[in-house]
C-alpha cells in the first residue's frame, strides 16, 4: 500500500515536470520565429521618383477619403431602385432672365450646403458634380436651376462643387477639376465624379450621372452642333470618371492655359491606360449650351497642339501629383460648395 502511494507521487511529480518542459520548448520556439519578422525589406534603389510622387499621393488620398463624412446618410432606408421611378425623360428647358439664386434655393429645399440624399430610400451612387468657374454667374445659375432637380430625379447622393478660379491670370480649366477632385474628397469618399461645364444642361435624365467600368463622356450631341458629336474623339464638355480611373490616369494635365487642348490630353491619357470611353445613346446624351460670348482670360491656347504631342512622355509626371494651388476659401452655399483656389500663372 505505501508502495503504491509513492509511485502515484512520482508520477504525478513526473507529468508536472514534463507539463513544464512543454511549456517552456513553445515559448522558445514562439521568440525564435517571431524575430523573423524584423527582417529588413530591401527597396530597389532603381525605384523612379515618379513612383514614389504617385505613392505619396495614393497615402494622402486614402487619408483624406477616410476621414469622417458630412453625409447624412441613413443606414436605416431601403435601398433605391436600380432604375428611378422619378425619370421623366427629355425636358423642355427655360432660361429667365429674371430669375436669381433665391428663386432657385426655394425650388430645392432638399438640398443642405450643396449636397442631396433622396429622403425615402438609400441612393445607389455617391457623385460629386465639379465645375470650373470664373465669372460665369448667369450660367451657374442656369445649370443650377436645371441640374438639381436632373439629378434629384436619378435619386442619386450627389453634391455640386464650384471650383473658382482667384485672380486675373488665363484660365486653366484643367488644373480647376484636378483641385476639385483633390479637395472633394476631403469631404467624402466620392467614388464618381463629373467634370461639368457650366454652360452645358442636360436635357434627358435618362442620361445617368453615374459612373462605369469605364471612362463615359456623356456630351454626344448639343444644340449648336446640330446634336451631333463635335468630332470622333471628343472627350469634353461633361465627363464621368470613378475616382480610381481619374488617379490611374494622373487627372488633367496642369499646362493648358486658355480654351482648349485639355479634353484631347485627357482622352489620351485614357486610351494610354487601355481604357475605353463609353457614351450613352445620342437620343438621350443631348445638351443645350447656354450661348455666351468667349471670355476674357480664356483666350485660344495657341500651345494646345504641341502639348497634345507631348502627352505620351508628360502623363506621368503633369497631372494631380503635381498639381500646386493654395486654396483661398471654401463656402457651404445651399445650393453649392465654392472653392476658391489661387492656381498661379502661366
Same mark, same amino acid.
Given at each position: 500500500? /505505501?508502495?503504491?502511494?509513492?509511485?502515484?507521487?512520482?508520477?504525478?511529480?513526473?507529468?508536472?515536470?514534463?507539463?513544464?518542459?512543454?511549456?517552456?520548448?513553445?515559448?522558445?520556439?514562439?521568440?525564435?520565429? +517571431?524575430?523573423?519578422?524584423?527582417?529588413?525589406?530591401?527597396?530597389?534603389?532603381? +525605384?523612379?521618383?515618379?513612383?514614389?510622387?504617385?505613392?505619396?499621393?495614393?497615402? %494622402?488620398?486614402?487619408?483624406?477619403?477616410?476621414?469622417? +463624412?458630412?453625409?447624412?446618410?441613413?443606414?436605416?432606408?431601403?435601398?433605391?431602385?436600380?432604375?428611378?421611378?422619378?425619370?421623366?425623360?427629355?425636358?423642355?428647358?427655360?432660361?429667365?432672365? +429674371?430669375?436669381?439664386? &433665391?428663386?432657385?434655393?426655394? @425650388?430645392?429645399?432638399?438640398?443642405?450646403?450643396?449636397?442631396?440624399?433622396?429622403?425615402?430610400? &438609400?441612393?445607389?451612387?455617391?457623385?460629386?458634380?465639379?465645375?470650373?468657374?470664373?465669372?460665369?454667374?448667369?450660367?451657374?445659375?442656369?445649370?443650377?436651376? *436645371?441640374?438639381?432637380?436632373?439629378?434629384?430625379?436619378?435619386?442619386?447622393?450627389?453634391?455640386?462643387?464650384?471650383?473658382? %478660379?482667384?485672380?486675373?491670370?488665363?484660365?486653366?480649366?484643367?488644373?480647376?477639376?484636378?483641385?476639385?477632385?483633390?479637395?472633394? =474628397?476631403?469631404?467624402?469618399?466620392? @467614388?464618381?465624379?463629373?467634370?461639368?461645364?457650366?454652360?452645358?444642361?442636360?436635357?434627358?435624365?435618362?442620361?445617368?450621372?453615374?459612373?462605369?467600368?469605364?471612362?463615359?463622356?456623356?456630351?454626344?450631341?448639343?444644340?449648336?452642333?446640330?446634336?451631333?458629336?463635335?468630332?470622333? /474623339?471628343?472627350?469634353?464638355?461633361?465627363?464621368?470618371?470613378?475616382?480610381?480611373?481619374?488617379?490611374?490616369?494622373?487627372?488633367?494635365?496642369?499646362?493648358?492655359?486658355?480654351?482648349?487642348? @485639355?479634353?484631347?490630353?485627357?482622352?489620351?491619357?485614357?486610351?494610354? %491606360?487601355?481604357?475605353? =470611353?463609353?457614351?450613352?445613346?445620342?437620343?438621350?446624351?443631348?445638351?443645350?449650351?447656354?450661348?455666351?460670348?468667349?471670355?476674357?482670360? *480664356? %483666350?485660344?491656347?495657341?500651345?494646345?497642339?504641341?502639348?497634345?504631342?507631348?502627352?505620351? &512622355?508628360?502623363?506621368?509626371?503633369?497631372?494631380? *501629383?503635381?498639381? &500646386?494651388? @493654395?486654396?483661398?476659401?471654401?463656402?457651404?452655399?445651399?445650393?453649392?460648395? *465654392? =472653392?476658391?483656389?489661387?492656381?498661379?500663372?502661366?
Amino acid at each position: 500500500m /505505501g508502495l503504491c502511494t509513492a509511485l502515484k507521487k512520482v508520477s504525478r511529480r513526473v507529468k508536472i515536470v514534463v507539463l513544464v518542459g512543454l511549456l517552456l520548448w513553445v515559448l522558445a520556439w514562439k521568440a525564435t520565429f +517571431s524575430g523573423e519578422t524584423d527582417k529588413t525589406v530591401h527597396v530597389n534603389s532603381a +525605384s523612379t521618383q515618379t513612383l514614389v510622387r504617385e505613392e505619396k499621393l495614393r497615402e %494622402q488620398l486614402n487619408t483624406w477619403t477616410a476621414a469622417p +463624412s458630412f453625409s447624412n446618410i441613413s443606414a436605416e432606408k431601403v435601398d433605391c431602385p436600380e432604375e428611378s421611378p422619378l425619370l421623366v425623360g427629355a425636358s423642355k428647358l427655360s432660361f429667365e432672365s +429674371s430669375l436669381n439664386l &433665391k428663386d432657385v434655393e426655394n @425650388e430645392n429645399k432638399g438640398v443642405t450646403k450643396g449636397e442631396y440624399e433622396p429622403s425615402d430610400c &438609400k441612393a445607389m451612387h455617391s457623385v460629386a458634380i465639379l465645375i470650373p468657374h470664373r465669372n460665369r454667374e448667369k450660367h451657374l445659375l442656369y445649370l443650377l436651376q *436645371n441640374l438639381h432637380p436632373f439629378l434629384q430625379r436619378q435619386q442619386l447622393h450627389y453634391a455640386i462643387y464650384v471650383i473658382h %478660379q482667384a485672380g486675373d491670370a488665363t484660365f486653366n480649366r484643367a488644373k480647376l477639376l484636378n483641385a476639385g477632385y483633390l479637395e472633394a =474628397i476631403k469631404d467624402f469618399s466620392w @467614388e464618381c465624379f463629373i467634370f461639368h461645364d457650366v454652360d452645358l444642361v442636360p436635357e434627358n435624365d435618362h442620361n445617368l450621372y453615374i459612373c462605369d467600368q469605364q471612362p463615359k463622356h456623356l456630351v454626344v450631341g448639343r444644340n449648336v452642333t446640330g446634336y451631333k458629336l463635335r468630332y470622333k /474623339g471628343y472627350f469634353g464638355g461633361v465627363t464621368a470618371m470613378t475616382k480610381d480611373q481619374f488617379f490611374q490616369v494622373n487627372g488633367f494635365s496642369n499646362s493648358y492655359w486658355g480654351w482648349g487642348g @485639355e479634353d484631347d490630353d485627357l482622352r489620351v491619357r485614357v486610351e494610354l %491606360q487601355k481604357l475605353k =470611353i463609353l457614351r450613352p445613346p445620342a437620343d438621350v446624351a443631348r445638351y443645350t449650351m447656354v450661348f455666351h460670348k468667349r471670355d476674357s482670360g *480664356n %483666350q485660344v491656347n495657341r500651345n494646345r497642339m504641341k502639348l497634345l504631342g507631348q502627352t505620351t &512622355k508628360m502623363w506621368r509626371t503633369d497631372g494631380l *501629383n503635381s498639381c &500646386k494651388y @493654395e486654396t483661398l476659401s471654401i463656402a457651404r452655399y445651399p445650393l453649392y460648395v *465654392n =472653392i476658391t483656389v489661387d492656381i498661379g500663372r502661366q
